[in-house]
């Protein structure tokens, strides 16, 4: 996979191997072969994390990610799959942009008492999931979402982050 990582953050030198890792299994989930697609990903802080929610999404506050798909692949139909994505001409596929806060992230670790490593790797799949066309904006497609996001989490041997004793 083309996975452009910038590091606008120091503290996210542990990114790059969990983002790979991470995007790489998500893809896989699909039958999609990592090696045909294309994903950058910024690692930064809530400053920057905050400009970007304030700039597409008219929010002036920090969260843990943001996706911006290269393509409309969502589908019309609660719960339903969305489409597959498609090849570019260059034979690659574009899938889009992931944005990462550290600063959130780690607090959002630390308050659910698991690793960085494990909600990172959980938040890099989200966003894959993002680019797939899945969201969690009506019930039956956060359910749809939650349940893949816990079998890709799974396959690489971490916890569901929706399991709650």
Request: glycine share 8%.
């Amino acid at each position: 996979m083309t996975l452009d990582i910038t590091l606008e953050d120091p503290r996210w030198i542990i990114l790059p191997p969990l983002a790979q890792q991470a995007a790489d299994a998500a893809l896989r989930n699909f039958g999609l072969d990592p090696g045909e697609c294309e994903i950058s990903l910024l690692g930064c802080d809530d400053a920057r994390i905050s400009e970007l929610n304030a700039e597409f999404r008219g929010k002036p506050v920090p969260t843990n990610v943001l996706s911006w798909p290269s393509e409309d692949l969502a589908a019309d139909v609660p719960g339903g799959t969305p489409l597959a994505p498609e090849p570019d001409f260059t034979g690659m596929i574009p899938l889009g942009d992931i944005a990462i806060a550290y600063d959130t992230c780690q607090r959002e670790a630390e308050a659910a008492g698991k690793p960085m490593t494990d909600h990172v790797t959980h938040l890099i799949v989200h966003g894959v999931l993002h680019l797939l066309g899945y969201d969690h904006i009506r019930d039956e497609d956060a359910t749809l979402m939650e349940g893949l996001e816990a079998e890709i989490l799974g396959n690489l041997g971490l916890d569901n982050p929706y399991y709650t004793d």
